[in-house]
């Protein structure tokens, strides 16, 4: 594979979890972009359909907390960016005890398990690019979110063991870190942070979410994406098991 070109990724096959709307649909249209067949793996069945048919890619509809599912899906990627995830915001002594299991399922159970049948593949053709999209509740804590700083930061673990077990086999494994960006699900965040807080709905941008930012604005997915589709190119090849803040300043502090 000629990886001078502009096309650093032809002939490779990349799979994008939830990547039906925001950093994930940003993702798999940059590595398409970038040359590579992109599995599109989503809940959401008409936008995964409309986005794989606009990039050339496969739509997988799939439920990652089901995990016969998730053991279901292709083992054949050469680079998966494990990006699917929800949010749930309420106290730790009223968070309810389903919505954290299905949290952990879906954003740390889930990606184990794609990892562990995706692997073989890439140890077999000594070339592997694994981006999981962490955050920066992946590094920090924030109140009312102990599902998803939980879940983030054993993404965070995981990541770095693959990174150990994988640089023999020329495979490399690193999450990306940001801050809020604007996606559904943060879009989604805005009234529950609200309530949570005890502020009005139109003052939580400023006040909660760019807070602890330098950068007060939130960050675009495509953004994210040009970093991702970075860790899959050759000048990235010795970066493994890193945490890459993408937070506006946020972890400066």
């Not at 032809?10 to 590579?36: H, P």
């Not at 990606?111 to 999209?133: C, K």
């Not at 009005?200 to 979410?209: G, K, L, T």
């Amino acid at each position: 594979m000629d990886t001078s070109t502009a096309r650093p990724l032809d002939g490779r096959t990349a799979l994008v979890t939830g990547a039906a709307s925001g950093i994930g649909r940003a993702c798999a249209e940059a590595f398409a972009a970038a040359g590579a067949r992109v599995y599109v793996v989503d809940l959401a069945a008409g936008p995964a359909r409309e986005l794989a048919e606009r990039i050339g890619g496969r739509a997988i509809v799939a439920d990652l907390a089901d995990p016969e599912a998730v053991d279901a899906l292709p083992d054949d990627a050469d680079i998966v960016v494990n990006n699917a995830g929800l949010q749930h915001v309420a106290p730790v002594h009223e968070f309810p005890v389903e919505r954290f299991t299905l949290i952990q399922r879906v954003m740390v159970e889930a990606p184990f398990r794609i990892l562990r049948r995706t692997l073989p593949h890439m140890y077999a053709q000594r070339w592997g690019r694994i981006v999981n999209i962490s955050s920066v509740h992946g590094l920090r804590a924030s109140a009312f979110k102990s599902a998803y700083v939980t879940a983030k930061h054993g993404l965070e673990g995981l990541s770095k063991t693959v990174a150990l077990e994988g640089a023999a086999h020329g495979v490399t494994s690193n999450c990306l870190n940001p801050a809020y960006v604007r996606t559904p699900l943060v879009e989604k965040q805005i009234a529950a942070q609200a309530l949570a807080h005890g502020i009005p709905e139109e003052e939580v941008v400023d006040r909660v979410m760019l807070d602890r930012t330098a950068v007060k604005r939130l960050i675009q997915p495509a953004e994210i994406a040009a970093l991702a589709l970075y860790l899959c190119t050759p000048p990235a090849s010795c970066i493994t098991g890193a945490s890459l803040p993408v937070d506006g300043g946020w972890t400066a502090h």
